[in-house]
C-alpha cells in the first residue's frame, strides 16, 4: 500500500514548546539593534504597513510597536504565535505562511534566518515571488541571512546544554546538499525528543539574483546588524532591495 500522506517539513514540527524552552535567552540587544538599522536605513513613515515573516513570539514586532510603528507579523507556528499573544496581546501577529501572504505591504522583513527552509530552490523562490506579490510598488524588502563561508568557518560539530529543568538538549551540526543542518536530541525524564534545523547555504550571489528575478532590486547590503560593510567574512548577509514600481 502506498502512503500518499505528505512529508512533514522540519519547521512543522519544531517550533513548538521545546523550541521556546531551548532559545529563551535570545538576545534582545542584537533583535534591537537591527530594528534601529532598519528604521535608519529604510526610514519608514508611521502610518506605513510594516510585515515580519515568521515572526515568532514577535520579539521584533514589539520593539517596532514600542517605536510607534505599524507593524503586523505572521508565523507559521500556532504554539509560537499563540505564546506571543499571551506575552504581548496588543500585537497585530497571527498564523500565516509566507508562500501565501496575504494583503499589501509597505515593508516586509524576513529576521534572523527566516528563509531557505525547503531543501527544494523553487520552493524558496516562491517565498521571494510571494513577497514581491504582497509588496506595494516602490516598497522596501529586508532579508537578515546567514553567510555560508562565515557558518562553514565557524561550524561547532557537536555541543551540550543542560536547561533548568534538568533536560540535556545534545545538538550536533554538518552540512550536506549545500543544507546546514542541526541535529537536536531532548533527553529529559521520560521523553526523549528529536528535531531538525535545516537552511539552504544562499550565497549573497544568489539572494540578489532571486530579488532580482522576482522584480525586487537589491539597494545595498550590511554585514552585521551595526550596519558594517558586507565581506566574504562577514557574519550576517544583510540585503534590502524595493520593488520596481508599476
Known sequence: MHNNTPATHWFEDWFDHNYLKLYHHRNIEDADQQVRLIIKTLKPKKDELILDLACGEGRHCL????????????????????????????????????????????????????????????????????????LKPDGWFWIDYLNPVYVIRNLVPDNEIKLEDGTTVIESRFIENNTIIKEIIFNGPGKNNKYQERVKLYTREDLETMLIKSGIYPQGVFGNYKGSEWSSCSPRTIIYGRKKSE
Open 63 to 134: 520593539l517596532f510597536h514600542e517605536k510607534g510603528f505599524n507593524i503586523k507579523g505572521i508565523d507559521l507556528s500556532t504554539h509560537l504565535v499563540k505564546s506571543g499573544k499571551t506575552k504581548y496581546p496588543f500585537l497585530d501577529i497571527k498564523v500565516g505562511d509566507m508562500r501565501h501572504i496575504k494583503g499589501k505591504h509597505d515593508i516586509i522583513l524576513s529576521l534572523f534566518t527566516s528563509f531557505g527552509y525547503f531543501d527544494n530552490d523553487k520552493d524558496n523562490f516562491s517565498v521571494i515571488r510571494s513577497i514581491n506579490r504582497a
